[in-house]
């Protein structure tokens, strides 16, 4: 049992972003029930601990203001900073999946700030060593891109193609425009990003999902891909066929 001004929160806790839904919750359960799970902590010294699992948890009767003096179960580990992260990383996977941004700032507090070996990593967190890379590409994108995936705007995925571009400017901007408007897939950034590589931004830009009207009765959307084109066709029974096969062909020539 350890005294809650003894409990010293996590420098770094990998889920950054607050829901303030599950923070009321959370409140509520707590009020009507108490804490059920104990926490997992460290021992700092000098009769101080660090809350390796349970940061939400401290944070929350804190901000009830329960006394200093209120003692709560807790399991005490030994080890450091890096050992904090692996257990928040797996505790969490079991209890409550992690976002893809808090697996990706798992990746960047053990290899960045730890500077733990990347297959000792892979290991620790049960990833692969290309998903690794891929997450540590993430933190090198400029800062505006990074606030963004804090506040929820740009999703991880999206944020994984962006980075592979971060050499040619243009191109990591244009990807990002069209991330940032959130109505289009991680697979199809990627395509529209070899398609600014192979053929030049210019037409990247036209390279997006388009319905295109026939009459009143008939559509069609074209979906460029990297090599090639989706076409889906709606045409009514009584259409005509050469005014379809017309817009299709101009359709096809706009893209070229």
Same mark, same amino acid.
């Given at each position: ?35 059920? !799970? ?9 009769? #101080? ?16 203001? %329960? ?17 904090? !992260? ?6 969490? +996977? ?8 808090? #697996?990706?700032?798992?990746?960047? +507090?053990? !290899? ?18 290309? %998903? ?6 993430? %933190? ?7 606030? #963004? ?18 050499? +040619? ?27 600014? !590589? ?59």
């Amino acid at each position: 049992m350890i005294r809650l001004d003894k409990l010293n929160l996590a420098a770094e806790s990998l889920r950054r972003v607050i829901n303030p839904g599950s923070d009321t919750l959370l409140k509520r359960s707590i009020e009507e029930h108490g804490i059920y !799970v104990p926490l997992i902590v460290s021992h700092l010294g000098k009769g #101080e601990y660090v809350v390796w699992d349970g940061n939400r948890r401290v944070r929350i009767l804190k901000e009830m203001g %329960w006394a200093g003096s209120r003692e709560l179960a807790a399991i005490v580990m030994e080890g450091g900073d890096k050992e904090s !992260v692996t257990a928040q990383f797996n505790i969490n +996977q079991i209890r409550e999946r992690l976002s893809a941004l808090a #697996e990706a700032e798992a990746v960047r +507090q053990l !290899v960045i700030d730890q500077k733990t070996d990347k297959i000792e990593v892979g290991r620790l967190l049960l990833k692969s060593r290309t %998903w690794i890379n891929k997450s540590l590409r993430i %933190w090198e994108l400029p800062k505006f891109i990074l606030d #963004e995936l804090y506040k929820g705007k740009l999703a991880v995925s999206h944020a994984m193609v962006i980075s592979n571009y971060m050499d +040619q400017p243009k191109i990591m901007n244009l990807l990002h425009e069209e991330a940032i408007k959130g109505d289009i897939s991680h697979e199809r950034l990627s395509a529209l990003g070899v398609i600014a !590589v192979n053929k030049g931004i210019a037409k990247a830009r036209r390279y997006k999902p388009k319905r295109v009207k026939i009459s009143d009765k008939s559509w069609f959307r074209g979906e460029p891909l990297q090599q090639g084109v989706r076409i889906e066709l709606h045409l009514d029974a009584k259409e005509n066929i050469n005014l379809a096969v017309e817009k299709l062909r101009e359709y096809l020539r706009q893209i070229a």
